[in-house]
């Protein structure tokens, strides 16, 4: 047996009787302090880009309410009530459609299309954005160098210029 069949052999145990998923789910999360109530249980193997957990090819999370609940009615998600995407602990988790997915992400401001400050990219703030609108009309300073001077894109600089961006502040 090489090296690699061996590991998951030790891991997993003989091929024919390996476990499922479903079977090493309890061993993949711990439990972590979160937002509500009960603590969260955090999924400690890979995640996604975006921060949820990931269980074979599917989310954990989505797993997790499989293993509890049955399967995921059609045209519905699972959602998160206490917005840590790591978290598999089904008194966390609730069904809704999209729509209800999207309407909570905008209610907590998780949307990233906050206004000004408020939103977490944000790397301006309302102050930084009225001296840089004082330099653009006195004028004498190119906006490549206001960009440099502030750690900005120059395109960043142009959208306040021509008001197309941070127009509220």
């Not at 999370?61 to 978290?87: F, N, Y």
Request: glycine content about 8%; hydrophobic content about 35%.
């Amino acid at each position: 047996m090489c090296a690699k069949h061996y590991k998951l052999w030790r891991r997993n145990g003989e091929p024919r009787h390996r476990r499922t998923i479903a079977e090493r789910f309890d061993e993949f999360w711990q439990p972590h302090p979160g937002p509500l109530d009960s603590p969260c249980h955090i999924w400690t193997r890979t995640l996604t880009n975006r921060g949820y957990g990931k269980a074979g090819n599917e989310r954990a999370h989505r797993v997790s309410w499989t293993l509890s609940h049955g399967a995921i009615p059609e045209g519905r998600c699972v959602m998160h009530r206490c917005d840590v995407r790591a978290c598999v602990n089904v008194e966390h988790l609730i069904l809704g459609t999209q729509i209800d997915n999207i309407e909570d992400r905008g209610s907590k401001s998780r949307a990233g299309s906050a206004p000004g400050s408020r939103n977490p990219s944000a790397k301006l703030n309302e102050t930084d954005v009225e001296r840089i609108r004082d330099i653009l009309r006195v004028g004498g300073t190119t906006q490549k160098a206001i960009a440099a001077y502030f750690c900005v894109s120059h395109s960043l600089i142009n959208a306040i210029a021509k008001g197309r961006l941070w127009s509220a502040a």
